[in-house]
């Protein structure tokens, strides 16, 4: 059964620090890009970050580059994905999901077949 699980999620006071993890099993998710998305209320999910399966390449959208990194360490039927985000700002305050795409890595919602529940993630000014 596949199962994709956020963890790290909390309270930070803005220019804090916070990890998230997605820990993806169930399928060979060594070979699935991996993608994290947020949504604030009101607002469409969007991309944060994303990495790719086999050789670790790492995709950001410009607003978010030089604040988070994204990392990944892949076993056999287990996979485990890093979002470290740094000087953190009230604007990112949102659930964050992590997302399995097993075509590469992409910006794009409907790219991504597999999804996490979410983790709450409030930063406070």
């Known amino acids: 059964q596949v199962h994709l699980v956020e963890s790290g999620g909390g309270s930070v006071q803005a220019g804090g620090s916070l990890r998230l993890s997605c820990t993806a099993s169930g399928r060979t998710f060594r070979n699935y890009a991996i993608g994290w998305f947020r949504q604030a209320p009101g607002k469409e999910r969007e991309f944060v970050a994303a990495?790719?399966?086999?050789?670790?390449?790492?995709?950001?959208p410009d607003s978010l580059k030089g604040r988070v990194t994204i990392a990944r360490v892949n076993a056999e039927n287990t996979v485990w994905v890093y979002l470290q985000m740094n000087s953190m700002k009230p604007e990112d305050t949102a659930v964050y999901y992590c997302?399995?795409?097993?075509?590469?890595?992409?910006?794009?919602?409907?790219?991504?077949?597999?999804w996490g529940q979410g983790t709450q993630v409030t930063v406070s000014s």
């Open positions: 990495i790719s399966g086999s050789d670790g390449i790492a995709d950001y």
């Open positions: 997302a399995a795409a097993p075509y590469g890595t992409s910006r794009q919602l409907d790219e991504y077949a597999y």
